[in-house]
């Protein structure tokens, strides 16, 4: 890591067995996996201080879809520069197209998940936010 601060990384995912692989994952590279089950927890983690390094985010929710999260969330300045990584079982190219439309910085699927998660993350905490994302 290039900074002296443990990176933080929301891990927004309802289901307690990909909370606990994605926290066993980043962990390993020596990362803070905060988990939020839920929009609701997301939404209490993103309104506290500091701000997490980046956000896991899960579309299929139980209380709000995550694409509406991420479009909430590209719609305020203060999360400008706060990369966001779609993890989802959804992998249609239509779904993809409008997460990365919205705003996520990339889109990863669950069956690859364990391959392309700690690459992606890597990079993005490494390089922040692409400059030509909305």
Known sequence: MSSDTKKRILVVDDEPAMQEIA?????RMGW???????VATAVQVL???PLPDLVVLDLMLP???GLELLRQMREKPVFDNLPVV????LADP?????????????????PTMTHNLIPTVSDLLRNGRPKNRP
């Open 23 to 27: 926290q066993a994952l980043l962990e």
């Open 32 to 38: 803070e996996a905060i988990p939020a089950l839920n």
């Open 47 to 49: 309104r506290a201080k």
């Open 63 to 65: 209380d709000i879809d």
């Open 86 to 89: 779609i993890l989802s079982a």
């Open 94 to 110: 239509e779904r993809i197209r409008k997460g990365l439309d919205l705003g996520a910085d990339r889109y990863i699927t669950k």
